[in-house]
């Protein structure tokens, strides 16, 4: 069983960062991705950036060069997911969730919804100009 907690949301004005973080109790031993996704009210989720352990972080354009992922992996369980977001826009506003799947399982790729098991309750994010 895989748990997630994000924390690190709050209210910004444009222009403005923000670190999400995500503490995930995986296993250090196992394989596995993690995604931060995004939902805006009346929108879809939207994959936002991921990365696998031993991989490359992946963006959506949207963000690419604002906003930064990475894994912390401590030799305890639990692994840390971070989100560096930077120069804010309105339209980052929404619900932060981040997710975790086996590699095996992506097969729509890793910033696609589909394939990831695990998920955590959320953390909004509020951009305001």
């Known amino acids: 069983q895989v748990q997630l907690l994000e924390s690190g949301g709050g209210s910004v004005q444009a222009g403005g960062s923000l670190r999400l973080s995500c503490s995930a109790s995986?296993?250090?031993?196992?394989?596995?991705?993690l995604g931060w996704f995004r939902q805006a009210p009346g929108k879809e989720r939207e994959g936002v950036a991921g990365?696998?352990?031993?991989?490359?972080?992946?963006?959506?354009d949207s963000v690419k060069g604002r906003f930064t992922v990475s894994l912390e992996k401590p030799k305890a369980p639990k692994n840390t997911l971070y989100l560096e977001m930077n120069r804010l826009k309105d339209e980052d506003t929404g619900m932060y969730v981040c997710?975790?799947?086996?590699?095996?399982?992506?097969?729509?790729?890793?910033?696609?919804?589909?394939?990831?098991?695990?998920w955590g309750q959320g953390t909004q994010v509020t951009v305001s100009s």
């Open positions: 997710a975790a799947a086996q590699p095996s399982n992506l097969r729509s790729g890793l910033l696609s919804p589909v394939g990831y098991m695990y």
């Open positions: 990365i696998c352990t031993g991989g490359i972080p992946l963006y959506t």
């Open positions: 995986v296993h250090y031993d196992t394989n596995y991705c």
